[in-house]
């Protein structure tokens, strides 16, 4: 039963880490000359739209190498409670 819960852990830390490089990537590849990304956020009125964009992109390419490093270094769990925990800031930022 322990290589299933195993294998299961590595899956789902894998399909995270697919997910945070993937919608990475895609956030830059996005066209940043439209007019809409010189403009300013409404939520940080000091940052421009595509500067806030690359900011989040660092940010999520960041979580995945920690959950990349979290199974690296043969501790997965931590990785899932760090999955965890930023699902939960989603649910709560978002209630």
């Known amino acids: 039963m322990g290589k299933l819960r195993s294998f299961m852990v590595h899956a789902y830390l894998c399909f995270c880490i697919l997910a945070f490089v993937v919608s990475a990537i895609m956030k830059l590849s996005f066209d940043f000359s439209h007019p809409y990304m010189n403009a300013v956020d409404p939520v940080f009125f000091f940052i421009k739209a595509k500067y806030l964009l690359v900011m989040i992109s660092i940010v999520k390419l960041g979580v995945a ?10 501790r997965p769990m931590k990785g899932v409670k760090f999955v965890l925990w930023l699902c939960t800031l ?6």
């Open 65 to 74: 190498f920690y959950l990349i490093k979290s199974i690296l270094s043969g």
């Open 90 to 95: 989603f649910v709560f930022q978002n209630a």
